[in-house]
């Protein structure tokens, strides 16, 4: 059993404490992928992986994650600024975030596509995916 922060669940947090943010989407930010009818904007995250490094005694002292966060809306011009508003917000992580203590978050690939219809739908979705790196520790109580 791990004893590492749930970083994931702190920039959840973050995220949802901004005014702005919240005001575009609510509180409609989901694991891993929104449902067809989910109303929009809104935002889904996946974590592509979540690993400890090790320093040379094999302790791990430090972490990385790569989250991946997808804005999706009903317009492009949409998506791309809610996906502006969410680099912001998680580039400014690196001093907003207490615990875990994030020393480093880089937005390593933003870009935006169109999504066919869901089923029973004409209504296409657009989206601005982010892909942001983030090493991260426990602060030592």
């Not at 400890?52 to 999706?72: D, V």
């Not at 907003?96 to 203590?101: D, E, F, L």
């Amino acid at each position: 059993m791990s004893n590492r922060p749930d970083l994931t669940a702190a920039l959840r947090d973050w995220l949802l404490a901004d005014a702005d943010i919240v005001g575009v989407i609510g509180h409609r930010l989901r694991p891993d992928g929104l449902e067809p009818e989910e109303l929009l904007p809104a935002v889904a995250y996946t974590v592509l992986f979540d690993r400890p490094y090790q320093n040379n005694s094999g302790r791990a002292s430090m972490s990385e994650a790569r989250i991946e966060y997808t804005a999706y809306a009903s317009t492009r011009n949409a998506a791309d600024g809610l996906g502006r508003m969410l680099e912001a917000r998680l580039e400014a992580a690196i001093v907003g975030v207490t615990s875990p203590r994030i020393d480093d978050l880089v937005i390593d690939n933003s870009y935006g596509r169109r999504d066919n219809p869901p089923k029973a739908s004409d209504a296409w979705r657009y989206l601005r995916r982010i892909d942001a790196v983030t090493n991260y520790q426990a602060i030592e109580g």
